[in-house]
């Protein structure tokens, strides 16, 4: 598992006796890949990471649509490359 190949920090966090319970039991039935509390609270902390940085991405590219710089300079490219798509559509 690539989030815990680097060595781990030991921090103390309080989870609700609820969520702890239904994580243990989700570990111990083998409904999840993690064989352990700590390595499901690890993975399922990197999978919202992931998302959190998808997201951000996802809002930039968003952002691109109203860009007019943007825009020209993807026109610009075009132009300058267009008889190479043409030439390749040939193939």
Partial sequence: ????????????????????????????????????????????MAARLRSLRKSKIDAAIAEMKDDRDYEREVLKIEAEFGHSDQELSGL
């Avoid at 103390?12 to 499901?40: C, D, L």
């Fill in 1 to 44: 598992m690539p989030a815990t190949a680097r060595k781990p920090v030991i921090r103390n966090v309080r989870i609700p006796e609820p969520i702890y319970e239904e994580t243990k039991q989700a570990v111990r039935a083998g409904a999840t890949e993690s064989r352990s509390v700590n390595e499901f609270i690890v993975d399922s």
